[in-house]
């Protein structure tokens, strides 16, 4: 059975740094697609980053320069490094595994972690 | 604003039909496949409807998908009260860094 669990976020402040991770069972995390999500409080869903099974990783424009996504394989966790952190990311940020489909299709959710910028 | 729109709520009886939009572009809908998500008040999203219209195992036939050029549409048919939720359309744009794209959601409401 598939099961992701995110765990790291907090309350930080304007500027400051966290890292989420998100342990995974049930598959290898590095045979996979494995993207973060996040929704803003009462708002919608947004993509935040992904990491290909061969390593590339991409960003949205809005945190490009500061997140970094990563992967331990002999954890099979999944990391965010979240630097210089802004009010506006703010939100839940969910862990995903998609399909080997192209596009990728997100098909199992962990359940969230809340991350808090505010000074 | 979201790259795809959705109507941001949408309502109807239980036992009813309701039908859900997805409208994009010839980069996002118009070249890939579409996804659906459902998202029940303080969970995480679940996927309903991948490559268009297939349903993950689990998924009653209730939820149906469909695409037809740069919208995509999502059925429930047979409504009931805990199909209240929001619903996200979901896709890849390639004019987009990351990739993946998702619509703004819709709230259902089942009256």
């Known amino acids: 059975e598939v099961q992701l669990v995110e765990t790291g976020g907090g309350s930080i402040q304007p500027g400051g740094s966290l890292r989420l991770s998100c342990a995974a069972s049930?598959?290898?995390?590095?045979?996979?697609?494995m993207i973060w999500v996040r929704q803003a409080p009462g708002k919608g869903l947004e993509w935040v980053s992904i990491i290909y099974a061969g390593g590339p990783t991409y960003y949205a424009d809005s945190v490009k320069g500061r997140f970094i996504i990563s992967r331990d394989n002999s954890k099979n966790t999944l990391y965010l490094q979240m630097n210089n952190l802004r009010a506006e990311d703010t939100a839940v940020y969910y862990c995903v595994l998609s399909y080997l489909t192209s596009p990728p299709q997100l098909a199992y959710w962990g359940q969230g972690t809340l991350v808090t910028v505010s000074s | 604003h979201s790259v795809l729109t959705q109507p941001p709520s949408v309502s109807a009886a239980p036992g009813q039909k309701v039908t859900i939009s997805c409208s994009g572009s010839s980069s996002n809908i118009g070249d890939n496949s579409v996804s659906w998500y459902q998202q029940l008040p303080g969970t995480a999203p679940k996927l309903l409807i991948y490559?268009?219209?297939k349903r993950p195992s689990g998924i009653p036939d209730r939820f149906s998908g469909s695409k037809s050029g740069t919208s995509a549409t999502l059925d429930i048919t047979g409504l009931q009260t805990g199909d209240e939720a929001d619903y996200y359309c979901?896709?890849?744009?390639?004019?987009?860094?990351?990739?993946?794209?998702f619509g703004g959601g819709t709230k259902l409401t089942v009256l």
């Open positions: 490559d268009n219209n």
């Open positions: 979901g896709t890849w744009d390639s004019s987009l860094s990351v990739g993946g794209v």
């Open positions: 049930g598959f290898t995390v590095s045979d996979n697609y």
